[in-house]
């Protein structure tokens, strides 16, 4: 009976501090994510104090309103469908096949997901737009069309199905297969009947994330689709910046948060499927170096598409920001014309390392606080609940956080419209859900007989974290940090609203630029974003040195 009594005891404290732990992200996500999201929809459905729950009746009876949803459902669906058809052939080439440069090629591969959307924009525009290799070669352009669009999409995604789907292919037993072609099966049979079912959830889940992904695009479109095309966030941020239509954004808002609530409740149940349904064998013994004519095929295929679809894009970027003045653009950097910014662009490269490296800290501090939390299984349901809605800023409209900061944190206690704090707390909202996803896989690894024979020997919480659980998720903790530097670098929709004029940020500064006309703008914003890419190629080189088969998927 006493060890009963001392075991719920220490399960009981064991809880509370779990409880205490995650108490801190709920501030966190409470102040800067809910709050301002609840003041900018409140602020456009309420007058004179009373709910006009009516305009959304009259907002979505808009025809052009329609149109933006119809538009941003069905490109996002077609984006999805172009990134797996694209994709799933590397995905089975990185999971199944071995050959030279592979790691190296895997780190190429996921650049263009660190990439912030302004700089892919910025090298399809480059690619395919007015005065691109398109257009001076075979006077081709397809900026301003959906094609540009989609395209641009499949290049920001392919690396989501590589890496979710070839990361469960690489660890599926491929002896069942084996064996059902040895009774007869054709190959094609085989892997449909066998593969195919056991591949599913990742495959369901890949899908998922790339049409949440497409669905909330934004830089993408606002730089490619022009005045022709406006998904939700682009219309947002329209009819916030442009129109001062604080209803209609409010409308879209909660729309959008919605249909982004329902896709990760798809995604979550996915997940778990894949969590649960499959046995899975060591995924360094499963790659083999390409036998038949079929799969020397594939590798040939999967490395035309890496050179065409994703380096090609981005060493036209490269040649832009060179051109016929050689490195005059880079030059032109340095100086301030008095026009786009109050001061020299080149400074944009220091306020956006210094703001991500702040943000960096911000996500990993409130990340790692709510994996420890959450890394029980059996939590209960508003642990559970929380782990869902970490992922909601991903999918929330960035342009609404933004705007929300602006209007809720300009009073006291929260007075914070004037400090530089701004950005890095907007950066760090999408940060989180990186690190929490990046280390929860391998806190929930950690034997918990090792954990409760510390508790046992008299350890607290917090030595049984230290001794135990920090020895082995440091390098999980490493690339958590670099995930969240990376997307905090290129953070966009939320930034372009709250950093200050003599503190532009580099995907802002892009973006600036490329809005006013003139050859020496262009060229400057291709410069800019080349630096963008290269610094968050190298984070990504120095992720994949820390990568590990448990933290190496998405």
């Known amino acids: 009976m006493d060890l009963t009594r001392t075991e719920v005891a220490r399960r009981t404290r064991g809880n509370a501090a779990r409880l205490g732990l995650l108490a801190v992200p709920v501030a966190f996500f409470a102040v800067f994510f809910a709050y ?13 104090g009373a709910w006009r729950l009516g305009r959304i009746g009259e907002v979505l009876a808009q025809s052009d309103v329609r149109h933006v949803l119809w538009f941003t459902t069905w490109q996002a669906l077609v984006s999805t469908a172009l990134t797996l058809l694209v994709a799933l052939p590397g995905a089975y080439v990185f999971a199944r096949l071995d050959f030279p440069g592979k790691q190296v090629l895997r780190a190429v591969v996921t650049v263009p997901f660190v990439l912030p959307t302004v700089v892919v924009g910025t090298a399809f525009l480059a690619l395919v737009g007015r005065g691109g290799l398109l257009d001076e070669l075979w006077g081709v352009r397809l900026d301003t069309t959906v094609w540009a669009i989609l395209l641009a999409h499949v290049f920001f995604n392919y690396a989501v199905v590589v890496r979710t789907v070839g990361g469960l292919w690489a660890q599926l037993d491929p002896r069942q297969e084996e064996a059902a072609r040895m009774l007869g099966t054709s190959p094609l049979k085989a892997w449909r009947r066998v593969t195919l079912p056991a591949l599913a959830p ?15 695009s934004f830089g993408v479109v606002q730089i490619l689709g022009g005045p022709t095309f406006s998904t939700l966030e682009v219309e947002i941020y329209r009819q916030t910046s442009e129109i001062f239509d604080l209803s209609t954004a409010a409308v879209l808002t909660l729309i959008q948060f919605v249909a982004v609530g329902a896709i990760l409740a798809l995604h ?9 349904a499959l046995r899975l064998v060591d995924a360094s013994v499963t790659a083999r170096r390409p036998r038949g004519a079929g799969q020397w095929a594939l590798l040939g295929g ?10 090609l894009p981005l060493a036209v970027l490269v040649q832009r920001s060179v051109g016929a003045a050689g490195f005059g653009y880079y030059r032109a950097l340095t100086r301030n014309d008095g026009g786009v910014f109050l001061v020299p662009p080149i400074e944009a490269i220091g306020n956006s390392l210094s703001y991500a490296v702040a943000a960096t800290l911000i996500a ?7 994996a420890v939390a959450l890394t029980r299984r059996d939590a209960g349901r508003f642990v559970r609940g929380f782990d869902a809605l970490l ?8 342009v609404t956080v933004g705007f929300g900061f602006l209007i809720a944190l300009d009073e006291p206690p929260l007075d914070l419209r004037s400090s530089w704090i701004l950005v890095p707390l907007a950066q760090a909202l999408v940060g989180v859900p990186f690190v929490v996803r990046t280390m929860l896989p391998v806190l929930r690894a950690v034997d918990v007989r090792l954990r409760e024979a510390a508790a046992v020997l008299g350890a607290s919480p917090w030595r049984v974290w230290r001794e135990v659980d920090l020895p082995m998720v440091r390098r999980a903790l490493l ?19 709250i950093a200050r004029p003599d503190r532009p940020t580099l995907p802002v500064a892009v973006a600036r630029l490329l809005g006013r006309p003139g050859e020496l703008n262009y060229g400057q914003a291709m410069a800019l974003s080349t630096i963008l890419m290269v610094v968050c190629a190298v984070a990504l080189l120095v992720l994949e040195k820390l990568r590990t088969d448990r933290t190496g998927e998405f």
């Open 36 to 48: 301002p999201v609840a003041a900018i929809v409140a602020r456009g459905l309420k007058a004179d």
């Open 268 to 276: 979550a149940w996915t997940v778990r499927r894949r969590e649960t």
């Open 202 to 216: 990742a495959v369901a889940a890949a899908a998922l994330m790339v049409f949440l992904f497409t669905f909330t």
């Open 391 to 398: 992922m909601l800023p991903l999918g929330v409209s960035a």
């Open 364 to 370: 990993v501090v409130i990340g790692a606080l709510a």
């Open 479 to 497: 690339v958590a940090a670099g995930f969240a530097f990376a997307v905090s670098l290129g953070e966009f929709g939320a930034t372009v609203f």
């Open 302 to 311: 999967a490395l035309v598409t890496v050179l065409v679809l994703l380096l």
